[in-house]
């Protein structure tokens, strides 16, 4: 047996306990996470900064702030998340008690990305917990002094057995694959994500599938471009450019380019200094493998502001391309990386053309002051997210869902989503051995007045108060007892 189907067999054995499903025991476990981001945010930051260049507090910002919100959150909800929930009636179960249920699913999978290494793998885990699951944790091998901080930290605070880590490469993914799980959770690319659903397929389970895509940022030509700029340039720049919802190209007149460019470079110099190299708050490309693929874009573009870079140091300044044609290399896949393309559209007509002829992204972004424009965007476009005005906080709102749609991916999660998406919502319906009367139009023999009462009592959705649902308990007391009394009159 190997070293992943032992830790699947015990994280089974485990969730049979049924300990997990215990609401004190989940908050007891995603308090002790908690703990975890308080107590180690040292040894949290030091991974961090070997695997990608991130700076103490931008670790905090971007990895571990969140996190600790969505966990306060689910201890705080858990038990609303949890009850039972009523639902509408119609007047045929007026009498019964009709609720969904949420329950835990089982034994769940979850298969992290390395470009935010803690909070992509860690906020499904709090779903997850919450859900009352078991989860194994299987960090990207990619920011691998990240992916050996987790396998030794989370055990020293939650439950090692319903909650195991494994690392390793491809063949430990593989293997994991291979075993059979109750929902998989996998966030990266959509090639991958592809050969993650064939696997669940093999045993018919669910996936939740976190994936990326080119996501367009337009540029409306009477907004505020100098703002505008200074919020996309935080947007693409933020951890290198490898963010999932990063803007990946903007789209604008022609007659704003030139403008756009320099706005750019101005607030590249404000956030990164002259020299990003040396600032603290810019990042590294992850190794030099993702480098050269991203060095590889640049090729048949016109560089306009950076493109200074180190092989050694997997260091690519904030490069922005200008004049960029839809054929070009950097155009033909997500970028991820801090090449920021400009691609010149005549308008907002041809804007919305140019992204639905294109795969569904991740997130799109619009910056308009005219509400007419942003309203067409939304009503013409499809994205798993889209944001005015702004870049990337949409994935800070607990609220939102967040997830893709076609090729950016499947499923949601986020707060209460990820309670659910992680959940079985049972439908119950519980009825009591009484009024068997008013049953007597479903029995054959079947008739057209039977028809005629089902019809009434089946299509009429009730949303009553206390009174009405006692007067029409009563009119339903009465019809059973007539349509009873004409039964009886039929035997004699």
């Given at each position: 047996?190997?070293?992943?189907?032992?830790?699947?067999?015990?994280a089974r054995k485990a969730f049979e306990t049924g300990r997990s499903k215990s609401l004190d025991y989940r908050i007891y476990q995603?308090?002790?996470?908690?703990?975890?981001?308080?107590?180690?945010?040292?040894?949290?930051?030091?991974?961090?900064?070997?695997?990608?260049?991130?700076?103490?507090?931008?670790?905090?910002?971007?990895?571990?702030?969140?996190?600790?919100?969505?966990?306060?959150?689910?201890?705080?909800?858990?038990?609303?998340?949890?009850?039972?929930?009523?639902?509408?009636?119609?007047?045929?179960?007026?009498?019964?008690?009709?609720?969904?249920?949420?329950?835990?699913?089982?034994?769940?999978?979850?298969?992290?990305?390395?470009?935010?290494?803690?909070?992509?793998?860690?906020?499904?885990?709090?779903?997850?917990?919450?859900?009352?699951?078991?989860?194994?944790?299987?960090?990207?091998?990619?920011?691998?002094?990240?992916?050996?901080?987790?396998?030794?930290?989370?055990?020293?605070?939650?439950?090692?057995?319903?909650?195991?880590?494994?690392?390793?490469?491809?063949?430990?993914?593989?293997?994991?694959?291979?075993?059979?799980?109750?929902?998989?959770?996998?966030?990266?690319?959509?090639?991958?994500?592809?050969?993650?659903?064939?696997?669940?397929?093999?045993?018919?389970?669910?996936?939740?599938?976190?994936?990326?895509?080119?996501?367009?940022?337009?540029?409306?030509?009477?907004?505020?471009?100098?703002?505008?700029?200074?919020?996309?340039?935080?947007?693409?720049?933020?951890?290198?450019?490898?963010?999932?919802?990063?803007?990946?190209?903007?789209?604008?007149?022609?007659?704003?380019?030139?403008?756009?460019?320099?706005?750019?470079?101005?607030?590249?110099?404000?956030?990164?200094?002259?020299?990003?190299?040396?600032?603290?708050?810019?990042?590294?490309?992850?190794?030099?493998?993702?480098?050269?693929?991203?060095?590889?874009?640049?090729?048949?573009?016109?560089?306009?502001?950076?493109?200074?870079?180190?092989?050694?140091?997997?260091?690519?300044?904030?490069?922005?391309?200008?004049?960029?044609?839809?054929?070009?290399?950097?155009?033909?896949?997500?970028?991820?990386?801090?090449?920021?393309?400009?691609?010149?559209?005549?308008?907002?007509?041809?804007?919305?053309?140019?992204?639905?002829?294109?795969?569904?992204?991740?997130?799109?972004?619009?910056?308009?002051?005219?509400?007419?424009?942003?309203?067409?965007?939304?009503?013409?476009?499809?994205?798993?997210?889209?944001?005015?005005?702004?870049?990337?906080?949409?994935?800070?709102?607990?609220?939102?869902?967040?997830?893709?749609?076609?090729?950016?991916?499947?499923?949601?999660?986020?707060?209460?989503?990820?309670?659910?998406?992680?959940?079985?919502?049972?439908?119950?319906?519980?009825?009591?051995?009484?009024?068997?009367?008013?049953?007597?139009?479903?029995?054959?023999?079947?008739?057209?007045?039977?028809?005629?009462?089902?019809?009434?009592?089946?299509?009429?959705?009730?949303?009553?108060?206390?009174?009405?649902?006692?007067?029409?308990?009563?009119?339903?007391?009465?019809?059973?007892?007539?349509?009873?009394?004409?039964?009886?009159?039929?035997?004699?």
């Amino acid at each position: 047996m190997s070293r992943e189907e032992q830790a699947v067999a015990r994280a089974r054995k485990a969730f049979e306990t049924g300990r997990s499903k215990s609401l004190d025991y989940r908050i007891y476990q995603l308090k002790n996470l908690q703990r975890l981001f308080t107590e180690k945010q040292k040894e949290i930051a030091d991974a961090i900064k070997k695997d990608l260049n991130k700076s103490e507090v931008g670790t905090q910002l971007y990895e571990t702030l969140g996190l600790e919100g969505e966990i306060s959150q689910a201890i705080k909800k858990l038990k609303d998340w949890a009850a039972p929930r009523p639902v509408q009636k119609n007047v045929m179960t007026i009498a019964d008690t009709v609720y969904i249920q949420p329950q835990p699913l089982g034994v769940v999978l979850i298969i992290g990305a390395w470009n935010y290494p803690w909070a992509v793998t860690i906020q499904p885990l709090i779903g997850a917990i919450a859900a009352g699951n078991a989860a194994v944790v299987k960090p990207s091998e990619v920011s691998a002094h990240t992916a050996k901080a987790m396998e030794q930290l989370l055990p020293l605070y939650i439950d090692k057995e319903l909650y195991p880590v494994i690392t390793g490469g491809v063949a430990e993914t593989q293997e994991l694959l291979r075993q059979r799980f109750d929902h998989i959770f996998y966030t990266g690319n959509s090639m991958v994500g592809k050969l993650i659903m064939e696997a669940a397929a093999k045993h018919l389970t669910p996936v939740t599938l976190e994936l990326g895509g080119k996501s367009p940022c337009y540029i409306d030509k009477n907004c505020d471009i100098s703002i505008a700029c200074r919020r996309v340039t935080w947007g693409k720049y933020t951890n290198c450019g490898q963010t999932c919802i990063a803007p990946d190209y903007i789209l604008c007149d022609p007659s704003i380019q030139d403008r756009v460019i320099e706005e750019v470079k101005k607030s590249i110099k404000e956030f990164y200094t002259d020299d990003p190299k040396t600032c603290p708050d810019y990042g590294r490309i992850i190794n030099q493998r993702h480098f050269k693929r991203i060095m590889a874009m640049v090729e048949d573009s016109t560089v306009a502001v950076g493109g200074d870079n180190d092989e050694s140091d997997c260091y690519l300044a904030p490069t922005v391309l200008r004049d960029v044609k839809p054929e070009a290399k950097v155009m033909q896949e997500e970028i991820f990386g801090p090449l920021l393309p400009i691609v010149s559209v005549s308008g907002l007509d041809e804007a919305i053309q140019f992204i639905n002829k294109r795969e569904k992204p991740l997130a799109l972004y619009i910056f308009s002051q005219d509400k007419k424009v942003i309203q067409r965007m939304t009503d013409e476009t499809s994205s798993g997210g889209l944001l005015a005005n702004d870049c990337l906080v949409h994935y800070s709102v607990s609220s939102l869902p967040f997830g893709g749609v076609g090729n950016s991916g499947m499923g949601c999660y986020h707060g209460k989503f990820s309670f659910d998406q992680l959940s079985h919502l049972r439908g119950c319906l519980i009825k009591q051995l009484e009024m068997e009367g008013v049953n007597s139009m479903r029995y054959p023999p079947h008739t057209l007045k039977k028809l005629g009462w089902a019809r009434f009592f089946i299509l009429k959705n009730v949303d009553l108060g206390w009174i009405g649902r006692m007067a029409l308990l009563a009119v339903m007391a009465v019809v059973a007892a007539v349509v009873l009394q004409v039964i009886i009159m039929k035997i004699l």
